[in-house]
């Protein structure tokens, strides 16, 4: 159990990693760069704590079972996904409300501005349906297998 919970420390770190990457290139703010520094020692630690405990104790690696781990890590990307697609249709339903975005033809109709979806935010939401769909799709069949016949 503990190699699980330090893969996921593992992943929920680097996906932190990324974020701040990505908010350092944006802002160019040193606060995030020094957040990129400690991310990048504390993905150093968990990844020798995992080799640590994999060389002393092989055990709990031949006791790894990789379908589980699997269905856990496609739930952790799915929710992810899932979770950045709220964020930009979020945005783009604050901007649709906004009166810069949009005005009024002649008939009264609400007509929304040229900008009102960013092009990163639509490469985000149609750049990311894909493995949204899949992997979604797998954490979903494994979860039904498992709720009705008991096992992965």
Known sequence: MIIYTLFFCLLTSFT???????LYVKNKDTI?????IATVVLNMGIALALITISLSRPDLVRQLNLKFFFWLLSGFVTILLLCV?????RNIFRRSKDPRWYHFNHFGKKVFEKGIVKQVEFIGIFGTLPFFLFIGAYFMSRLLNMLL???M
């Open 16 to 22: 932190l990693h990324a974020v701040i990457i990505a």
């Open 32 to 36: 995030y760069f020094f957040w990129f």
């Open 85 to 89: 697609k709220i964020v930009i249709f």
């Open 149 to 151: 016949y008991g096992h």
